[in-house]
């Protein structure tokens, strides 16, 4: 078995995939090599901007994030880890993560039901996913921020329909209540272009 099946998830049972990733984005593992490493930068960034107190903040949250990511059987993370060279570096994250049908089962009526409830449709045509999107609120240390999630989910290429993969996006933007949403032509960027990374997606043939 090569590495490159043992980051992608061979080795737990996920079949081996790939997505292609704009300039300045990275793929990691939810594992304590790939928090430290994040945590760096993020840290290097708060000493450029004369912040360094909110480093002690950064590493709780960042690893309650990579705990959540783990009890989510989270696969992969996607992040924009390098500026472009407007200078921008989105708030944007994509984790793909192992969803499984309960009581041995199909993932047909949880597809139902996200339809229903959640209003879900095909990703821009493409049958292979189910899309859906929503809104939250979260506390990030002492703030609260809004965020806009874009979920997608498409079953694994065997038979029974038991297991999907399934990309999460969120966008963390201010929060709404005080009619301010100037935000909002960004947070709109940022869901097309997670429709676009995850329209790239391909599952490697067995």
């Known amino acids: 078995m090569s590495l490159r099946d043992e980051l ?3 080795a737990s ?3 081996s995939f790939s997505i292609v990733l704009p300039n300045g984005w990275e793929e990691f593992a939810p594992d304590a090599v790939a928090e430290q490493h994040l945590l760096g930068l993020a840290g290097d960034r708060l000493r450029t901007a004369h912040r360094p107190d909110l480093y002690a903040q950064l590493r709780a949250i960042t690893g309650r994030a990579f705990a959540g990511l783990r009890a989510s059987k989270a696969e992969r993370i996607y992040l924009q880890t390098t500026e472009w060279e407007s200078g921008l570096l989105l708030p944007l994250s994509i984790t793909a993560a192992v969803r499984t049908a309960p009581d ?14 959640k209003g879900a449709t095909a990703l821009r045509g493409d ?7 929503s809104d939250s609120t979260m506390s990030m240390g002492s703030a609260l921020v809004g965020q806009h999630t874009v979920s997608y989910l498409t079953p694994f290429p065997e038979p ?5 993969l399934q990309f999460t996006a969120v966008a963390v933007h201010p929060p709404t209540g ?9 947070v709109d960027g940022m869901a097309e272009l997670t429709d676009a ?3 790239t997606f391909e599952w490697h043939p067995v």
């Open 197 to 199: 990374i995850v329209s």
């Open 178 to 186: 005080d009619g301010d949403e100037s935000w909002r032509p960004l």
């Open 127 to 133: 049958q292979r996913f189910v899309r859906w999107e």
């Open 8 to 10: 992608l998830g061979t």
């Open 160 to 164: 029974g329909r038991r297991r999907a």
């Open 104 to 117: 041995g089962g199909t993932l047909d009526p949880i597809v139902t039901d996200l339809i229903r409830t």
């Open 13 to 15: 049972g996920v079949p």
